[in-house]
């Protein structure tokens, strides 16, 4: 059985993964797949494949790309999710912010 370590951030996108181990598919496959929960994200991930510790992981292919450019010894394999992520600004709900730009602008 090939034992493969696989990185990934504890995120609801990752299910599926969970869900394959949880049922067995990848032992079907002859696969004794090993899940590391990487808190830390992309930035942890990434040293961690560096440093030979996962086989594979799942994160933004942004971050990938850039810890290529800075010589990092690993590669895109494939893409996982092709949506795009979006972010954004957030404030507490009692927050006096309604909106940030050259200077943000508040209730008051």
């Not at 899940?35 to 971050?63: F, H, P, R, Y």
Request: hydrophobic share 35%; proline share 3%.
């Amino acid at each position: 059985m090939q034992r493969i370590n696989i990185g990934g951030v504890p995120e609801h996108f990752n299910l599926p993964w969970h869900l394959a181990k949880e049922n067995h598919f990848f032992e079907k496959e002859n696969i004794d797949l090993n899940w590391v929960t990487c808190k830390g994200g992309t930035g942890q991930m990434s040293e961690m494949l560096a440093n030979q510790e996962l086989d594979m992981a799942i994160l933004l292919t942004e971050g990938s790309v850039k810890h290529i450019i800075e010589n990092q010894k690993f590669k895109i394999a494939q893409v996982f999710i092709s949506t795009p992520l979006v972010w954004g600004i957030h404030t507490g709900y009692d927050s006096k912010i309604e909106s940030y730009g050259r200077k943000y602008m508040s209730k008051e």
